[in-house]
């Protein structure tokens, strides 16, 4: 027995294992990683819709007027709303908007109602 390993037996100190820490640190990189690509392509996809009026036109229905902005190039879905005065939904509509060139479209939606609406909005929108 060398005189490290008589010190190391006396004291009672080991060798520290590498392998488990380098197993459990590439498991934590991948985990980041693969979150971290997760988020990226959310945002990728993400979409903003901003409404900028309304118009009622009859008691059967509402004229939304509202903005898109985000992914270019990809067809984009809108879900919108009329609401009548106590925020109940008296009528909706899936509008598809087709690919563009622009980064932002300002848009309109004829939303037919079953009663008398007393606003209209965008609910949300979609990469299609």
Not at 95 to 112: F, M, N, R, T
């Amino acid at each position: 027995m060398t005189t490290a390993e008589q010190l190391d037996a006396r004291y009672g100190r080991t060798r520290r294992r590498r392998g488990p820490w380098i197993v459990f640190l590439t498991i934590a990189l991948v985990i980041i990683a693969a979150f971290g690509w997760s988020i990226v392509t959310t945002q990728m996809n993400a979409v903003d819709a901003d409404d900028l009026g309304y118009d009622l036109v009859d008691e059967h229905s509402v004229t939304v007027r509202f903005q898109v902005t985000g992914v270019q190039g990809k067809d984009v879905a809108c879900a919108v709303e009329a609401l009548d005065e106590e925020f109940g939904v008296v009528g909706w509509k899936v509008v598809e908007i087709p690919a563009g060139d622009s980064h932002s479209q300002a848009l309109s939606a004829s939303v037919p109602t079953v009663s008398e609406a007393t606003t209209g909005l965008v609910n949300s929108c979609w990469v299609a």
